[in-house]
């Protein structure tokens, strides 16, 4: 061996994970990445259910006109900069609304859940709609009760995509107290803080090398999807074949 | 008024106004559906249209101060310059590069991965494959970055060192420009593979299983009715995203290239994306980044287009 780094862990040592439990902008970032999630997965349900159910209903007039203004965007966009300018002249730098609200629809995920309330029979609908039900109430109290696994499956979706995502966190935030968990990740990673970690947590300091903290910042940050991926499986599976079938 | 001109009248009449109640019975009945459309639409209007006319900086001499409508117009200087610069060819040439080898080496691979597991008949063996396949797709391209730095390091990165203790020798996975592409390869792989072999694996479900009885019948072994009755029997759904792969050759995201370059592989690793994005927030060329980010989506828009009408001509499906 080069220089006594082997193969296989030589012995078993959690000094590494104190550092990173220690380090209060990495459990900063957690907190912060939790809460964005959260508000970011309710908003964007929200939006998506407005969205895709009006649009699954064949006898809307100007729903083809509705749909191509939509998915016109998902072929052309204004790119990289103009989005970021527009986040800039909406006084939205720096702020938690610039991690929300830019991606309240995807609209791939809106056009899955349009495909699947389109698959629901109408007649669900129509005896609540004689007795004089309001179609909010109709979509609230028969329609989303009847969606459980689908919504879930989106849901995911979006809290994945939201956990994982870090480029609009590098476009839009300087301020380091609004440090996304992966952008948090970034800085130590990629661009090499580790030592001023370790320096924080003093019994660290002798035994520890950059790497095994980097290593333990890596785990900490996946842990939270290696505990709910394998439980939530088939609901991903199920919006992919969902997918596949043309709506 | 004669008689019939007076019967002709009254029954216009009646279907003007007729047409003007059906219409009010359609609102008084639908309205609520375009009180919930009014939301995204803002929404579309303000995070998606607004930022496609803030593409005019391209043709402006952009004022940071000035604001986007207020800068001197520049005509076409930016997109002279644009074509002048050799980073920008490099950049292309890189995403090509890329692209292309995804799809010539990328694209079977899932296809073989379907066709093995649709082989695996035990559930628990399956299930457990099918979780440790899918699950690179949930991990973040910081993470996906970060291991791959350790996992290839030329000192301390395991595989290095059972190279080096096997061969004695190291390879600069990650330093290299030659190397760095095998790299994003197989990392690019690794990461999709087991999700984009889903699709198939549904494709496959839906085959017929009397055609499957009737080869066994015949004597046909495992691997000839692998390749020439599940592979045939799937060819609609590989053509799709054959076609649907090609639409997106001038794209490569942004977060992968960005976690795994280094400043000793540029000259292989800036894409159109990590380029835009240094020129446009590093050196705060806003027109020059815009308008290669212009060049990318109208290449693009032509690219995702073309191929799905070929595709509607030759398979009747595409994405639209």
């Known amino acids: 061996m080069s220089n006594g780094v082997g193969l296989w862990p030589v012995e078993f040592d959690i000094t590494a994970y104190k550092v990173v439990f220690n380090n209060h902008l990495m459990v900063r970032s957690l907190w912060f990445t939790i809460l964005l999630t959260v508000v970011f997965v309710g908003l964007t349900m929200g939006m998506t259910v407005m969205t895709a159910y009006p649009l699954a209903r064949k006898d809307l007039k100007g729903r083809n006109i509705i749909l191509l203004y939509i998915i016109f965007t998902m072929y052309f966009s204004g790119g990289m900069i103009p989005g970021y300018l527009n986040i800039k002249e909406l006084g939205l730098l720096n702020s938690f609304w610039s991690l929300v609200l830019p991606g309240l629809i995807s609209t791939y995920n809106m056009i899955l859940m349009k495909t699947f309330f389109s698959s629901l029979p109408e007649e669900l609908e129509e ?65 090499n803080q580790s030592d001023e970690m370790i320096n924080d947590t003093p019994e660290a300091k002798a035994s520890l090398i950059p790497e095994t903290v980097k290593a333990a910042c890596l785990v900490f940050s996946m842990l939270p999807i290696l505990v709910i991926y394998p439980w939530l499986q088939k609901y991903f599976v199920k919006g992919v074949m969902i997918g596949s079938v043309k709506g | 008024m004669s008689d019939s001109a007076d019967k002709r009248y009254n029954a216009s009449q009646r279907k003007v106004y007729s047409r003007r109640s059906k219409t009010l019975l359609y609102f008084s009945g639908h309205w609520q559906f375009y009180l919930m459309l009014v939301p995204p639409i803002i929404y579309y209007a303000v995070f998606h249209y607004k930022p496609m006319t803030g593409l005019v900086i391209a043709f402006k001499d952009y004022n940071m101060f000035k604001g986007t409508w207020a800068s001197p117009w520049s005509g076409l200087t930016t997109f002279r310059y644009i074509f002048k610069n050799p980073d920008f060819y490099r950049a292309i040439k890189n995403t090509l590069v890329l692209n292309v080898l995804n799809l010539i080496l990328g694209f079977p691979m899932p296809i073989l991965l379907a066709l093995f597991l649709n082989e695996l008949k035990t559930g628990v063996i399956k299930k457990i494959t099918q979780t440790i396949l899918y699950l690179p797709h949930f991990i973040s391209w910081v993470i996906i970055g970060g291991m791959a730095y350790q996992i290839f390091s030329m000192t301390t990165g395991i595989v290095n060192n059972a190279l080096n203790a096997v061969f004695g020798i190291t390879v600069p996975f990650l330093t290299n420009p030659g190397w760095w592409v095998f790299t994003y390869f197989i990392i690019s792989v690794w990461h999709s593979i087991g999700w984009s072999a889903i699709i198939y694996m549904s494709a496959i479900t839906s085959i017929d299983q009397e055609i499957y009885e009737a080869a066994k019948v015949d004597g046909s072994t495992r691997f000839h009715t692998m390749f020439f009755i599940t592979l045939p029997n799937i060819k609609n759904t590989i053509v799709i995203m054959l076609i649907l792969q090609v639409g997106t050759m001038a794209t490569i995201g942004f977060e992968q290239p960005l976690s795994l370059q280094n400043s000793a592989v540029m000259s292989t690793a800036d894409v159109i994306s990590t380029f835009v994005y240094r020129v446009g927030t590093q050196n705060a060329k806003y027109s020059v980044a815009t308008g290669v980010g212009m ?24 994405i639209w």
């Open chain 1, 127 to 191: 005896s609540a709609r004689i007795d004089g039900a309001g179609e909010f109430t109709i979509l609230v109290r028969i329609i989303l009760p009847l969606s459980k696994a689908m919504l879930a499956t989106i849901a995911l979706f979006y809290a994945v995509s939201r956990w994982n995502g870090f480029s609009d966190s590098v476009l839009y935030i300087n301020d380091s107290r609004m440090y996304t968990l992966q952008l948090r990740l970034r800085q130590i990673v990629a661009l």
């Open chain 2, 295 to 318: 060049f990318q989506s109208i290449i693009n828009f032509i690219l995702v287009v073309g191929t799905n009408t070929i595709s509607n001509r030759l398979t009747g499906q595409g």
